[in-house]
């Protein structure tokens, strides 16, 4: 497929251009051949990937950052009014794209895929990448999160399939009109953005009637949101319904998952026909999105058996139970679990790798309003660990909650009979673990924030 660039965005400025989804977008742009510059609070391994493909990009946001000639500024739902980039293109009358039109352009002529749900959504849409690469199609993608190097997280293929990820929490999902939709689960979360389930209902019906007249929607059939949204889709004119899970009514249904150290085998029934293949990573739930990544292969046209082989390809994507090093025999670990089924799901995953050795986490909270809403729950998800190191809350966009505090988690972690510590100070945590871990044990480093950082620092002081 020949590149094409959208014309509002042949010369796009990006304020916050490190970003996971805000980078992928300009990485597309500039292989296509976009002039493309930006800004960032900060310098990182992801700026570094991007100024390799020739985009400018500024550290520290200021309006003089901004291009004579810019001819959109692209910006995420993060990126706040009183910005002096975003202040400057209003004043001059220049274009501003949310990120997700931004995105939406790209996938113009293209065949796309779109992957939703509350979990699993970076996951699946890597392994479909992946895999879909592997048997030469050489999609397009844009994923949240990087597969095995910074600036992995997005790529312009040659190839008619895009394959995006498509984000729920600010309802910028509603912009794709994808071929085939994904979706993994449905429940609460963004509470800044939803006050109740029955409106993050709505929210994917609205995705779910986007998707294409002829269309295909692969969504979960043990999941009970999932199941709901089901329900509420039936009738939705041509739409082409495809469930996949353990539950007996499956259309592609699991009929085995055995799990091998830190990989799994997996079984399905396809057409009445059992089909085994390998998945990469640990856990059922890495194994349910690895069916859901099959089933939308499928459905855009690629052979079920060369696909389920392709997929075993798949090793994994960073901050994705990503095993960071060993040091004095303890494997350190980066999980971006932030929500208590995720939370748990990843706990469990390692709980069955780990045998009879001991998991410590250090988990990091993210968002207040998270917290607020399920704390309770994140404590209780900590119980499955043999002893937690709990953060102070990373607000990432928010502004602090009078009474909202990490202390919700750890009251509820405790009540539920687990070991916790309190730590305020981040720069005391790799002296921390180091006094509590012994040869054998694994350390998960958990969270959304900046808690990914501490794992190479763990290690030095392991080493030490």
């Known amino acids: 497929m020949s590149p094409s660039i959208p014309p509002a965005l042949e010369r796009p400025h990006f304020i916050g251009i490190g970003g996971a989804g805000m980078s992928g977008i300009a990485k597309i742009l500039a292989q296509r051949g976009a002039r493309v510059a930006g ?12 100024r390799a493909l020739g985009v ?74 992946v895999a879909l690469g592997a048997l030469g199609l050489d999609p397009s993608y844009a994923i949240g999160g990087d597969l095995d190097a910074p600036g992995s997280n997005a790529r312009h293929g040659d190839g008619e399939i895009f394959v995006a990820e498509a984000d729920e929490s600010d309802r910028s999902f509603h912009t794709y009109s994808p071929e085939v939709a994904v979706v993994l689960n449905v429940e609460l979360d963004h509470h800044a953005n939803y006050a109740s389930l029955e409106e993050i209902y709505e929210s994917f019906e609205t995705f779910v009637g986007k ?33 996949v899970g353990e539950a007996e009514h499956a259309d592609l249904r699991i009929t085995r998952i055995n799990a091998r150290g830190l990989t799994s085998e997996v079984t399905v029934l396809l057409e009445g026909r059992p089909l085994t293949f390998t998945v990469s990573v640990p856990g059922r ?114 502004d602090p909650v009078p009474g909202v505090t990490s202390e919700l988690i750890i009251d509820a972690a405790r009540a539920a009979g687990a070991d916790v510590t309190a730590e ?35 290690l030095r002081r392991l080493q030490s």
């Open 424 to 458: 305020h100070d981040k720069a005391a945590v790799p002296e921390v673990v180091a006094g509590m871990a012994k040869a054998g044990d694994l350390v998960l480093t958990m969270g959304a924030g900046d808690v990914t950082d501490l794992g190479p620092l763990i």
């Open 285 to 398: 739930h890495y194994a349910h999105n690895a069916v859901a990544a099959l089933a939308a292969g499928v459905a855009i046209g690629a052979p079920a058996r060369n696909l389920a082989s392709a997929l075993a390809k798949y090793t994994g994507v960073r901050r994705r139970l990503q095993l960071k090093g060993e040091a004095a025999g303890v494997q350190v670990i980066d999980s971006y679990a932030h929500h208590p089924t995720e939370m748990a799901a990843d706990l469990e995953a390692i709980r069955g790798a780990a045998g009879d050795a001991r998991v410590l986490v250090v988990f990091q909270p993210h968002l207040f309003s998270r917290t607020r809403e399920l704390g309770t729950e994140m404590g209780g998800a900590l119980a499955l660990a043999d002893a937690s190191v709990v953060l102070d809350i990373y607000p990432a966009r928010e």
């Open 56 to 129: 400018t990009v500024h550290l520290g946001h200021d309006a003089a950052h901004l291009a004579p000639d810019a001819t959109a500024v692209v910006i995420s739902s993060a990126i706040r009014p009183e910005n002096p980039e975003l202040a400057a293109a209003a004043g001059r009358g220049i274009p501003v794209v949310h990120r997700s039109d931004a995105l939406a352009a790209l996938m113009e002529g293209t065949r796309p895929i779109a992957v939703a749900g509350t979990h699993g959504k970076t996951t699946t849409t890597s392994m479909l990448a």
């Open 211 to 243: 998707i294409r007249p002829g269309g295909t929607l692969v969504i979960s059939a043990d999941q009970p949101g999932a199941v709901e949204l089901t329900g509420r889709v039936r009738d939705l004119g041509s739409l082409r319904i495809v469930t």
């Open 39 to 50: 800004s960032d609070s900060r310098d990182s391994e992801t700026a570094e990937a991007l």
